[in-house]
């Protein structure tokens, strides 16, 4: 991955990120999730959730 070192900020961004998307999964959630990157780093996370499947 272009020789960055493990960042434990960026990593626990990720973590959480992770955690998001299997949340949205297992809840039968509609929306979307965008990950703003910026400088090898995680800027931002925002989600839309429109609905979840059966509403």
Do not use: C, Y
Not at 2 to 15: A, D, F
């Amino acid at each position: 991955m272009g020789g960055l070192m493990p960042n434990p900020e960026i990593e626990k961004k990720i973590l959480e990120v992770i955690v998001l998307i299997r949340a949205f999964l297992s809840d039968g959630k509609v929306g979307n999730i965008q990950v703003n990157m910026f400088k090898g780093g995680i800027s931002s996370v925002n989600v839309n959730q429109t609905m979840k499947l059966g509403e």
